[in-house]
């Protein structure tokens, strides 16, 4: 959704390579990567662009079971806390990136993560999910400017207060 909300904003261009596995978009220096493989192989598709356009700083910008709904947070490196998306991403291209954690909350059975994640927002997260969005767009577009802990110290939300 955040991707979405900078492809909206910004003049970009399709990039078509099919051994990226994702949907790529440019604009100014910058790419926008949509990996289409599986999560638990999106590593491969971050791996295959940064390789090819030997980019030096990767942002991945991700769900967060650890973190309460709303919240946004900022990370460089650091383990995968178990999200198989970013575990794939730190085998592909190491851990050294910058992450960008969007809180989700946990379900209350840890056996129902799979079902949790894949559930649709509840009706009062869905009203925030615009602007949540859009201030996580904000965030990234800052990042492509600024230190990430700049960023961090200014972006950075707790949860939804809601």
Not at 154 to 161: G, H, M, T, Y
């Given at each position: 959704m955040v991707i979405d909300e900078l492809l909206r904003r910004h003049h970009t261009s399709a990039v078509k390579k099919a051994s990226f596995e994702g949907d790529l978009f440019k604009f100014d220096s910058h790419f926008l990567l949509k990996p289409m493989t599986y999560m638990n192989?999106?590593?491969?598709s971050i791996a295959a662009?940064?390789?090819?356009?030997k980019i030096d700083e990767v942002i991945v910008i991700h769900d967060?079971?650890?973190?309460?709904?709303?919240a946004?947070?900022?990370?460089?490196?650091?383990?995968?806390?178990?999200?198989?998306?970013?575990?794939?991403?730190?085998v592909s291209i190491?851990?050294?990136y910058l992450?960008?954690?969007?809180?989700?909350?946990?379900?209350v059975e840890?056996?129902?993560v799979a079902d949790y994640v894949l559930s649709p927002f509840t009706a009062a997260e869905a009203a925030h999910l615009e602007g949540w969005v859009a201030q996580t767009?904000?965030?990234?577009?800052?990042?492509?400017?600024?230190?990430?802990?700049?960023?961090?110290?200014?972006?950075?939300?707790?949860?939804?207060?809601g």
């Open positions: 192989l999106s590593g491969r662009v940064k390789n090819f356009y967060d079971l650890d973190l309460p709904f709303g946004l947070r900022f990370k460089h490196g650091g383990g995968h806390g178990g999200h198989n998306g970013l575990k794939s991403t730190d190491s851990r050294e992450r960008v954690r969007m809180g989700i909350g946990k379900p840890k056996t129902k767009a904000d965030a990234v577009e800052r990042l492509l400017t600024e230190p990430w802990e700049q960023v961090a110290s200014r972006c950075s939300v707790k949860a939804f207060a």
